[in-house]
């Protein structure tokens, strides 16, 4: 028998934040599901059992749909302690990997389920999560295990900022050539990109590109260590 796949939904929320329902043989997870009544619709209208509500991290804008999908269904929370504890979730017969990725906030998670990685405030469309924990070289180390991911990885963030950033990574990159086809594939209702598309675009993840680390050098920032371009362009923006 083959194995059922793994399906996701997108849903926007109070304006920019997106939400997502995973889904795998009847069964489904929520992750930052502030949408609710448009999940439980879907829910309903796809035959599928809430089995999990869960978050990227703690955030107020991220957990506001908790406490109703659970009233509203038989799902269960599953706190950030059970999700590192056990490294992955089983949902419908399939594994969704859980990825420690602390930085944004020092409870950052990201969700890989099969070819798609959630990734809440630490990596956007275009652009990466403010830096709250304060911890710099945690963030680094989270966004280097999520780029050593295959490039086809599809990137589902927790908001869309893709026009603001990719303004900004203009300013910091003008003879970039990947903006305007990256532009052209943006589509508001279904915010996505991959990976490889996000090491072409995204400043934050490009410390290690020839252009990036000639124009930081040209500035005169610290581009000895692959820490300090990446802090070098950490704080470009
Ligand atoms: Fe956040």
């Known amino acids: 028998m083959t194995p059922m796949t793994i399906d996701i939904v997108q849903f926007r929320y109070a304006a920019d934040n997106l939400g997502y329902l995973v889904y795998c043989d009847g069964s489904a997870m929520a992750v930052d599901g502030g949408a609710v009544d448009a999940m439980l619709d879907f829910i309903a209208g796809q035959d599928l059992q809430l089995k999990i509500v869960a978050n990227t991290h703690d955030h ?139 090491l072409a675009v995204n400043p934050y993840l490009r410390f290690n590109a020839e252009p990036m680390v000639r124009m930081l050098r040209h500035k005169g920032l610290r581009v000895d260590t692959e820490f300090e371009r990446f802090s070098s362009t950490f704080g470009l923006g």
């Open 60 to 198: 107020p804008d991220h957990t506001p749909g908790n406490q109703a999908l659970l009233r509203r269904t038989d799902a269960v929370h599953l706190t950030y302690r059970q999700l590192i504890r056990d490294k992955a979730v089983r949902l419908g017969g399939q594994e969704i990997g859980i990825l420690e990725t602390p930085g944004h906030t020092m409870d950052s998670l990201c969700f890989h389920a099969g070819k798609y990685l959630i990734t809440g405030d630490t990596l956007f469309n275009g652009t990466v999560g403010n830096c709250f924990s304060g911890d710099t070289r945690a963030f680094y180390n989270s966004l280097k295990r999520l780029m050593a991911l295959p490039a086809d990885t599809i990137i589902y963030a927790g908001h869309d900022y893709v026009r603001e950033s990719i303004a900004i990574a203009r300013g910091i990159e003008p003879e970039n050539p990947a903006f305007d086809s990256y532009l052209a594939a943006y589509d508001s209702s279904h915010v996505q990109s991959t990976l490889g598309e996000e």
